[in-house]
């Protein structure tokens, strides 16, 4: 091969690698800034498709243009009412400049190390301001009361502020910090919020001796329902009792009156027959009030003793 046919070859060559180096492609899912020596060149680019640049001398640096992640670390923040607890917090926000924010911060790295300064400074100046019933509340709803023994929910202390609310603060705050950084936070929430352990082990011994103040007042309450259903049973009972004895002995009464009247008029229909009465009935008082061991002094004027002379 020639040197002439060689040297248009190199050229080839050369020219597609300055044609492929020229061009770069942008998807939906990224934005774009062209750098010339370390230095931003134009505007950036946003537009999905393809690009052009200078070759070998200017370079493209990307930026995701979808919702970005921030996730703090869980800190001990006291509150203004001077209770320590820990606070977990997430963030979303997004690169909306993308010239800016490789002036300020070069990459997104620096951009997640700067939030954290920003949303974790924020947040603890958001909580040391407010207490923290308002921290953990965003309403002053009225709470469901099923029981008696839980009337004391009614009384809850009113928030001023609320939860909500200290988020926005939070937002609004730190996008007021973050306006020249090409980024913007989308939303602020908190993830989690606990007592430290201290505290928390205090706030537990008090959940456990307020649920058996409750258990106690219901077995209490139970007891007294008891005796009280006793009582009733009883005082019951009695009056039953005593309401069948009565009527039983009215029964008795009568019968025994009628049966007296029976008596009378069959045996007072004459003198045999009152003798015989007079008879059966001693004889029915001797079996009824002595038996074989039984002693008895008569006088000669008994009828009894006439009884038992007579069956001698």
Do not use: C
Request: hydrophobic letters at 35%.
């Amino acid at each position: 091969m020639n040197t002439p046919k060689i040297l248009s070859l190199l050229a080839a060559v050369l020219l597609l690698t300055l044609l492929f180096t020229s061009v770069f492609v942008l998807d939906e899912t990224k934005q774009a800034i062209v750098t010339q020596f370390g230095k931003p060149v134009g505007e950036p680019r946003t537009q999905p498709g393809l690009h052009f640049k200078i070759p070998i001398i200017q370079k493209v640096q990307f930026f995701d243009k979808r919702y970005l992640e921030w996730d703090g670390d869980a800190n001990q923040v006291p509150t203004k009412d001077k209770k320590f607890i820990f606070v977990d917090s997430y963030a979303r926000w997004q690169i909306t400049n993308p010239l800016q924010f490789f002036i300020r911060l070069r990459d997104e790295r620096s951009g997640q190390s700067r939030l954290d300064d920003i949303l974790d400074g924020e947040t603890r100046n958001a909580i040391a301001s407010h207490d923290l019933l308002d921290i953990v509340r965003s309403t002053n709803r009225e709470p469901e009361v099923s029981d008696e023994v839980m009337e004391d929910l009614e009384n809850l202390e009113k928030i001023t502020v609320g939860r909500d609310k200290i988020e926005a603060l939070i937002l609004k705050r730190a996008n007021e910090r973050t306006s020249d950084l090409g980024v913007q936070i989308l939303d602020f929430r908190f993830k989690r919020m606990n007592y430290v352990d201290e505290v928390r082990n205090r706030v537990y011994d008090r959940m456990i001796s307020e649920r058996n103040r409750i258990a106690d007042q219901f077995r209490s309450e139970g007891q007294g329902e008891a005796r009280k259903i006793q009582g009733n049973k009883e005082r019951d009972l009695a009056q039953i009792t005593s309401q069948a004895t009565r009527e039983a002995e009215v029964i008795r009464g009568k019968a025994d009156a009628q049966a007296t009247s029976i008596y009378a008029s069959a045996y007072n229909r004459n003198a045999q027959a009152r003798e015989l009465y007079s008879f059966l009935r001693s004889m029915e008082t001797l079996e009824k009030s002595f038996d074989d061991k039984t002693s008895v002094i008569l006088s000669t004027d008994s009828e009894l003793y006439k009884y038992l002379k007579r069956a001698n």
